[in-house]
């Protein structure tokens, strides 16, 4: 599969080209950065673009976004308008922008993934068994202080698949918010979510679950930008037999 890497100067995007480059069967064949546009040839093999606008769709079979929404919207775009399959794990898409691709991709496919850390799948999928025992939960996310969007993708997707497990949610007991936002925002379902940002960390979210004499803690932590390069490269090897816009990593695993 010939790949090209969207947001390839950023934290994600230069593990990313290293990724790609290490796999066999898969080749580094296009980078596009707007932050890394001087020509110069990159840590990697291949120059990277200033836009998608240097790029020849036909040389293409494969693109990965990590950069942000506004940008990745643009790219996506391109991306089904070319016939390239799309990689997409910037946060802050939401469900109209899925709505919306699902109308563009018709000659490739693509996969929207808040997390491609396997653990963090897996993280989602015992949060949604979980939730029908559970009347009462929370989620904590915590991440990097770089990070510019809360709560996080992966948050909200545990939300939205939590709540549609379960109806059953107990009432937020809280009358007086002594510090506004003590209490989180509320997510779907009327599930609260705390967004932590810290020097020092990476991504890591704990799903808290409650129910008469027992709680469940669920807590998933990505130590290393390593621990998403599995699920990409595993995408973009198997993305070719998914058709149209898939949300989660989930299918693309078996699960
Ligand atoms: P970053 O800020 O280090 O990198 C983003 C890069 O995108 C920058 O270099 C920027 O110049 C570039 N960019 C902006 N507009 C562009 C465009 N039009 N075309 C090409 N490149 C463009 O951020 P990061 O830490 O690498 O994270 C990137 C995104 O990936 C964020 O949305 C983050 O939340 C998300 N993320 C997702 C996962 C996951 O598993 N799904 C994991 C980690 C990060």
Known sequence: MRVLVFG???RMGQEICSAVEADVGLEL???VDPNRHDGK???NSVVTAK???DIDPSTIDVAIDFTVAEAARENIAWCANNGVHAVVGTSGLNNDDQELFATLFSQSNCLLAPNFAIGAVLMMRFAEISAP???????????HDNKVDAPSGTAMQTLERMSSASEEWGADPTLNEIVTGARGGKGPGGISVHSVRMRGLVAHQEVLLGTE???L???????DRSSFMGGILHACKVIG???GVTVGLDRYLGL
């Not at 025992?133 to 991440?143: G, M, R, S, V």
């Not at 803690?217 to 130590?223: A, P, Q, Y």
């Open 241 to 243: 037999e998914f058709p």
């Open 29 to 31: 064949c296009g980078a």
């Open 51 to 53: 836009t998608i606008r």
């Open 133 to 143: 025992f559970f009347p009462t939960a929370e989620i904590i996310e915590l991440h």
């Open 8 to 10: 390839a100067a950023g």
């Open 41 to 43: 040839q990159s840590d």
């Open 217 to 223: 803690t669920i807590r998933h932590d990505s130590l």
């Open 213 to 215: 004499g027992e709680t």
